[in-house]
């Protein structure tokens, strides 16, 4: 690893390191993963158009072929209506250019703090970063199928950033929306409640409840047809059984694929959903704010009765926060959760559980095909340490400022009020390994 390390010193190195990294993800992206053509994208254009062209209704169409069609809330088509002014290619470039957009914010809030506060070379770290993300396989099925994740995710965080910059006031409006569009989301306005942010809770709930009424203004029939009947028949999206569900449904109905216990099911939610609670609060209460949704995210996925492999973007903020406790540890400490972190990344960039595509029966099968099940029920229990945890260095520099300190009240170089102003020095010095800088997201 020296070798590395020597070329990493010079820019140049890193300029060539990045090269590699960049050209390397590109041809692994083009030639290796499954390519979904856009399938969701066709889905959603060709909706609209029936909708709009074809004076046809939103859950009545299915596209050619299949027996797939629409299954969002009617505040999604309402949100998708600009796909009838456009033609399909300029539909997929859209879809794409947002998933881009999406991806580059939530790597700012997300992975920018660490960088920011770890790495010399924050342009390096954010290539490496960004080629890791678009490696992982959620990430790159969102982009093949042209799906809406990335966009609900960036809305949910952004108002975890405005919560985390004092901007909370304005907090409340993306995660409202996200509810409206997707009904997984609505879990963060529970959150939001059960943490003490009555205000935002009310935003996010009345923002839900505004957008839904909007679309039953403008098709009632598409709203009463959905929250009457096409949201409770399953079947629409696809099988339960099949293995790309990585929910707790999608594991016992790998389990029993003809009458899946709904009883069974209902229990293990509310046992994830109060180990959630606990949690989430307990992260709050340390000042985590970024750590609460993360949980949040973790349970959305679980309890939700259909969790698709792509859904699965929902788990990036717990491993970025993981490895932001990793690097916060003791040396020892900090090698084995980084080993952790590395061993998930890679398992959930695997591909693994399509292994057990046809036949997922035996314990070799239940094990493998719910992999990732296992590793989103793994980080819900993990113990993040809190987002002010100091850091080594940090501490050291602030043992040595208190050191100064005392030293200076020992020989008396102070008077009074210079002691205090050290003493409030060397506190800051603290406060600031405490919260790890700009953008810790703790609660202000």
Request: with cysteine; glycine share 10%.
């Amino acid at each position: 690893m020296r070798w590395l390390y020597s070329v990493l010193a010079r820019p140049a190195g890193r300029i060539t390191v990045a090269v590699c990294l960049v050209v390397a993800t590109a041809v692994f992206l083009a030639t290796v993963p499954l390519h979904r053509d856009f399938f969701d994208v066709g889905v959603y254009y060709g909706t609209v158009d029936d909708w709009i062209h074809g004076d046809g209704r939103i859950y009545d169409y299915l596209k050619p072929g299949t027996h797939y069609g629409f299954t969002y809330p009617p505040f999604a088509a309402v949100s998708m209506l600009p796909m009838a002014l456009v033609s399909w290619p300029v539909a997929v470039g859209i879809s794409i250019a947002l998933s881009v957009a999406a991806s580059a914010l939530l790597l700012h809030w997300l992975v920018g703090p660490l960088i920011r506060r770890t790495c010399r070379s924050r342009w390096f770290a954010f290539t490496v970063a960004g080629c890791l993300f678009a490696l992982f396989e959620p990430v790159r099925d969102t982009f093949s199928f042209g799906q809406v994740n990335l966009l609900l995710v960036a809305l949910v965080f952004t108002d975890a950033w405005l919560l985390a910059t004092g901007r909370g006031r304005y907090a409340g409006i993306g995660i409202g929306l996200a509810s409206a569009i997707k009904l997984t989301p609505a879990l963060f306005i529970l959150y939001l409640l059960i943490t003490g942010r009555r205000r935002q809770a009310g935003v996010a709930a009345g923002t839900a409840c505004a957008a839904t009424l909007l679309a039953a203004l403008i098709d009632p029939g598409a709203s009463r047809t959905f929250w009457t009947d096409a949201l409770w028949n399953t079947d629409r999206v696809g099988s339960l059984s099949y293995v790309s569900n990585q929910s707790l449904q999608g594991v016992l109905a790998r389990l029993q694929p003809d009458h899946p216990s709904r009883v069974v099911w209902l229990v293990c939610v509310l046992a994830v959903l109060a180990l959630w609670a606990y949690r989430a609060r307990a992260a709050v209460r340390d000042g985590d704010d970024r750590a609460g949704f993360a949980l949040t995210a973790l349970a959305a996925c679980l309890v939700s009765p259909v969790t698709w492999v792509h859904h699965l973007v929902w788990v990036i903020p717990a491993l970025v926060v993981l490895t932001d406790t990793a690097l916060r540890g003791e040396r020892r400490e900090r090698r084995a959760l980084l080993a952790v972190c590395a061993v998930l990344y890679v398992i959930l960039c695997s591909s693994v559980v399509w292994l057990w595509r046809w036949n997922s029966t035996g314990l070799g099968a239940f094990l493998g095909a719910n992999a990732y099940v296992w590793i989103t029920l793994g980080l819900l229990f993990v113990r993040l340490s809190p987002q002010n945890r100091p850091l080594p260095e940090a501490s050291a520099v602030a043992g040595e400022k208190a050191g100064g300190v005392a030293r200076r009240q020992a020989d008396g170089a102070a008077d009074g009020d210079d002691e205090t102003e050290a003493r409030r020095e060397a506190e800051g010095e603290v406060t600031g390994g405490l919260t790890g800088g700009a953008g810790a997201g703790a609660i202000r």
